[in-house]
T-cell receptor, first 114, second 114 residues
Framework: KAGVTQTPRYLIKTRGQQVTLSCSPI?????VSWYQQTPGQGLQFLFE???????NKGNFPGRFSGRQFSNSRSEMNVSTLELGDSALYLC?????????????FGPGTRLTVT | AQTVTQSQPEMSVQEAETVTLSCTYD???????LFWYKQPPSRQMILVIR??????QNATENRFSVNFQKAAKSFSLKISDSQLGDTAMYFC???????????FGKGTSLLVTP
């Protein structure tokens, strides 16, 4: 079974631009979560989606948004990029009702904002 | 607020030896899951072991085992017969049942030497 895939793997953007990152969960997984990883703040939860509904959101500004499609694929969007948004963005999926809290991570998207 | 503390930023162990990574957490919830994740230099986050808070028996996965002390809110990871491939950043994390979000510690960088 294929793992969680994230595209693109690397991205360089300029301050003020916006960016969209994509995540395809493991087949059959319906929950998708997003995390931001930085050297200073560590791993921080962004949001979680299940059946196209956002069930939880971390403490991030409104510039960070996401959505989930009917096939469980998810995207996150960051508008008006700031230098501090440079990070590794990790997506994770989980299969509810069977070890529901076991999240499987993708390889991440490395975003650099210049 | 839920917090996770890993007090050992870096650790080193020789091949075939045993090492224990410490983790403490703080939560007022009763129902939660605890996890150890491993992030090798390749950056892919991998689940090492999972512990349900309602289970008194400590979880074990091959060379990896935990010492879960619920009253003390402690969740340490023991790696037996350390291998070079165990070199990685190890993150302790927990999730409350209704939150769908992993709360991570800052991580412990483990180096296994020949």
């Amino acid at each position: 079974k294929a793992g969680v895939t994230q595209t693109p793997r690397y991205l360089i953007k300029t301050r003020g631009q916006q960016v969209t990152l994509s995540c395809s969960p493991i087949s059959g997984h319906r929950s998708v979560s997003w995390y931001q990883q930085t050297p200073g703040q560590g791993l921080q939860f962004l949001f979680e989606y299940f059946s196209e509904t956002q069930r939880n959101k971390g403490n991030f500004p409104g510039r960070f948004s996401g959505r989930q499609f009917s096939n469980s694929r998810s995207e996150m969007n960051v508008s008006t990029l700031e230098l501090g948004d440079s990070a590794l963005y990790l997506c994770a999926s989980s299969l509810l009702w069977h070890y529901p809290y076991e999240q499987y991570f993708g390889p991440g998207t490395r975003l650099t904002v210049t | 607020a839920q917090t996770v503390t890993q007090s050992q930023p870096e650790m080193s162990v020789q091949e075939a030896e045993t090492v224990t990574l410490s983790c403490t957490y703080d939560t007022s919830e009763n129902n939660y899951y605890l996890f150890w994740y491993k992030q090798p230099p390749s950056r892919q986050m991998i689940l090492v072991i999972r512990q349900e808070a309602y289970k008194q028996q400590n979880a074990t996965e091959n060379r990896f085992s935990v010492n879960f002390q619920k009253a003390a809110k402690s969740f340490s990871l023991k790696i037996s017969d350390s291998q070079l491939g165990d070199t990685a950043m190890y993150f302790c994390a927990f999730m409350i049942l209704s939150g769908y979000a992993l709360n991570f510690g800052k991580g412990t960088s483990l180096l296994v030497t020949p």
